[in-house]
T-cell receptor
Framework: AQTVTQSQPEMSVQEAETVTLSCTYD???????LFWYKQPPSRQMILVIR??????QNATENRFSVNFQKAAKSFSLKISDSQLGDTAMYFC??????????????FGKGTKLSVKP | GAVVSQHPSRVICKSGTSVKIECRSL??????MFWYRQFPKQSLMLMAT?????????EQGVEKDKFLINHASLTLSTLTVTSAHPEDSSFYIC??????????????FGQGTRLTVV
């Protein structure tokens, strides 16, 4: 079975600074996807970034980038130039890619990020 | 991105009654939909996977007779909490994926439903 671990329950960062959220996972699969989702106070889940495990290049989306270390099973999220609107719960998630998978997501417990003015 | 609409956003019901939550994909066909439950300050836990035209697949520990899932069309899945009790109070979230392949990797989420059983 796959597990996703986020070891930082809460973090805070000053506006305009950079913060890194940690995520590790455990799987015996070789083909999978990893995601970071954001859940603001509205509770709407928003996809921040995704990484395909077979790609060595780290994914980036504007101010958001990941450090994907497949051998170490680590998938951290870096948020640059933090903005007040980045305040939210951040969930790391895993999805198996192999045949027969229905595509359900396995989530970590989340990290509550507060961006301070 | 694609839109998933979940209704109602909030519902309060009396203990012993049933509540239906709807999840609609508004601009795409969703062969598979997922139902999650989220306890306060906790993560999303998968309850069941709903496939159009077939029985839902429930995760271990989820009572299928209590949480009835119907996926009668490619755009609508419903979750009915039957004979609700206060311990069923929670935040329920649906998500849908376009098409049948995991190659369509983005899952679109509904806004969630806050269920309170009194």
């Amino acid at each position: 079975a796959q597990t996703v671990t986020q070891s930082q329950p809460e973090m805070s960062v000053q506006e305009a600074e950079t913060v890194t959220l940690s995520c590790t996972y455990d799987t015996s699969e070789n083909n999978y996807y990893l995601f970071w989702y954001k859940q603001p106070p509205s509770r709407q889940m928003i996809l921040v970034i995704r990484q395909e495990a077979y790609k060595q290049q780290n994914a980036t989306e504007n101010r958001f980038s990941v450090n994907f270390q497949k051998a170490a099973k680590s998938f951290s999220l870096k948020i640059s130039d933090s903005q007040l609107g980045d305040t939210a719960m951040y969930f790391c998630a895993f999805m198996k890619r192999s045949g027969g998978s229905q595509g359900n997501l396995i989530f970590g417990k989340g990290t509550k990020l507060s961006v301070k003015p | 991105g694609a839109v998933v609409s979940q209704h109602p956003s909030r519902v309060i019901c009396k203990s012993g009654t049933s509540v239906k939550i709807e999840c609609r994909s508004l601009d795409f066909q969703a062969t598979t939909m997922f139902w999650y439950r989220q306890f306060p300050k906790q993560s999303l836990m998968l309850m069941a996977t709903s496939n159009e035209g077939s029985k839902a697949t429930y995760e271990q520990g989820v009572e299928k007779d209590k949480f009835l899932i119907n996926h009668a069309s490619l755009t609508l899945s419903t979750l009915t909490v039957t004979s609700a009790h206060p311990e069923d109070s929670s935040f329920y979230i649906c998500s849908a994926r376009q098409g049948a392949s995991t190659m369509n990797t983005e899952a679109f989420f509904g806004q969630g439903t806050r269920l309170t059983v009194v």
